[in-house]
């Protein structure tokens, strides 16, 4: 039986994908799978790989005759798998096929889970940094029920939300029922997904139609960033102009919610803002008391630049939005500080069950390898079951 159906997406990057793939055929279960979506303009380099892996594991959707949006590239990868639970990473991340444990002893511990998420390890591919990174890695190892009403407030009030809520249960980086799946499809709109924002877009949907919802503190995937990806955008302002215009130019369907005037380049608080009204728009829903929290993650988008030139740009561009969605009244809630301090060291050490650490540990080169290494710190999944009991 297919326990697990691991779904990576992927556009022009094949080699970080061959990477992440080489390592999961390392592990020896074989209750999962791994379906690869190639988007690519040449088919050759996966399709030799993928033949040269030689492993029954591994299934390939080869490029189609024109170039897909991300949706719908994603959109193609689910009538092909075969896993009761579904995951989907990028192609320069890298998930641990040992989640198929957890989800067994998670349905043990709460019978009616069908969404299932993770704490997150962060990588910068090496040629995509301009100069050490410190990073931080969750030390928790207990799986916690979590309530659906709780994460309904987070994701569509911004209940407590950084830059964007803290409702992490859906495909990306998440691990979601066939069930969960399905129903969405026949629920909305006959897709499984509906916006090219695809990962919210997926938040939104399981959030309404999934009921078990369990998070487990320890890291089981790598959120990696390349040089041409999208995470980059976020970092680097010229990046993402490149990034958005192409991203456009490939998208089907509406990006922009109706009289929401956040332009998507803002950054991700903008980004996801539209995605829930998008969503909220398409569904009939209304709801009032959330805009306080989304404009506050609005000056906290700010806040997470390191550049005040550009953080006083991005901070201009959310007033004059702001003040036309909500009026001059609505500018007292937004009050982003500049907080980049280069001359004060990042902490390095063991805070709030968290460690932070040099990117750069172990010299690793991929995702997959930095995963690797950070394991031998991680409690180990094998014992998971006999700690619960």
């Not at 939300?161 to 499809?185: M, N, Q």
Request: charged share 25%; glycine share 6%.
């Amino acid at each position: 039986m297919t326990v697990l159906s691991i779904c990576i997406p992927t556009r022009n990057r094949q080699v970080y994908a061959m990477s992440a793939v080489r390592k999961m055929l390392a592990c020896e279960r074989q209750d999962f799978e791994i379906v690869l979506a190639d988007n690519s303009d040449d088919a050759a380099p996966l399709a030799r790989f993928v033949a040269d892996c030689g492993d029954k594991r591994v299934k390939l959707l080869a490029p189609e005759d024109q170039v897909l949006s991300m949706r719908a590239n994603w959109e193609r990868i689910v009538p092909e798998t075969s896993g009761e639970w579904v995951s989907y990473i990028g192609d320069d991340d890298y998930l641990d096929p040992e989640l198929c444990e957890v989800i067994r002893v998670a349905k043990k511990s709460v019978p009616n889970v069908d969404a299932l998420t993770w704490g997150r390890l962060y990588f910068i591919w090496p040629e995509a940094r301009t100069g050490p990174e410190v990073t931080k890695m969750p030390n928790g190892s207990h799986l916690i029920g979590i309530k659906k009403d709780d994460m309904i407030r987070k994701l569509f009030f911004w209940e407590d939300a950084s830059d964007r809520p803290k409702c992490p249960f859906g495909v990306y980086h998440g691990a979601v029922k066939r069930t969960v799946l399905e129903d969405i499809r026949t629920t909305f709109t006959g897709q499984y997904f509906g916006h090219p924002i695809v990962d919210y877009d997926n938040i939104c949907r399981t959030m309404m139609v999934a009921n078990g919802f369990v998070y487990f503190e320890r890291p089981m995937s790598v959120f990696g960033a390349c040089k041409a990806s999208n995470t980059i955008g976020l970092r680097d302002e010229k990046a993402a102009e490149s990034l958005i215009k192409t991203f456009r130019k490939e998208m089907d369907g509406t990006i922009e919610a109706s009289n929401f005037p956040f332009p998507i380049e803002l950054g991700i608080t903008a980004q996801i803002g539209h995605v829930i009204e998008s969503f909220k728009q398409e569904q009939g829903i209304e709801i009032t008391a959330w805009e306080e929290n989304f404009i506050k993650a609005c000056a906290r988008n700010c806040e997470s630049l390191n550049n005040r030139k550009a953080f006083e740009a991005r901070k201009s561009a959310y007033r004059r939005a702001i003040k036309e969605w909500r009026g001059k009244d609505a500018l007292a809630l937004f009050d982003p500080k500049y907080k980049y301090r280069p001359d004060l060291p990042p902490f390095m050490g063991f805070n709030n069950n968290e460690l932070s650490l040099q990117m750069d540990i172990g010299g690793a080169e991929s995702a997959a390898e930095y995963y690797g290494i950070l394991e031998n710190m991680l409690f180990p999944i094998p014992l998971l079951e006999g700690r619960l009991q």
